[in-house]
């Protein structure tokens, strides 16, 4: 099974910036695509944005202009680099992979990271 680790998050202040690392670990044959997920209190987990093993990218509207998925194949890590920070950006950051082993796939999800924004 593979473990994801995120890292990163934080407390900011408006129109700040945060970098979220989510590393994975573990025996798997390939990792397809991550995704990085928020859910903010009261509210249901929604895709952020994700990233494909050849490197497509998919935001959700509300962060487009302002964040950027990336991955790093060799050391198993996607990043979330996350531009001019709102109030409502607020929520705990999951980082989700779908991956291999053998012929089988999997998915799983990291423990999460806060990240806080303040106005």
């Known amino acids: 099974q593979v473990q994801l680790v995120e890292s990163g998050g934080g407390l900011v202040q408006a129109g700040g910036s945060l970098r979220l690392s989510c590393a994975a670990s573990?025996?798997?044959?390939?990792?397809?695509?991550i995704g990085w997920y928020c859910q903010a209190p009261g509210k249901q987990r929604e895709l952020v944005a994700s990233?494909?093993?050849?490197?497509?990218?998919n935001y959700a509207d509300s962060v487009k202009g302002r964040f950027t998925i990336s991955r790093d194949n060799a050391k198993n890590t996607v990043f979330l680099q996350m531009n001019s920070l709102k109030p409502e950006d607020t929520a705990i950051y999951y980082c989700?992979?779908?991956?291999?082993?053998?012929?089988?796939?999997?998915?799983?999800w990291g423990q999460g990271t806060q990240v806080t924004v303040s106005s």
């Open positions: 990233i494909s093993s050849g490197g497509t990218t």
């Open positions: 573990g025996r798997f044959f390939s990792i397809n695509d």
């Open positions: 989700h992979a779908n991956y291999i082993i053998g012929s089988t796939s999997y998915s799983n």
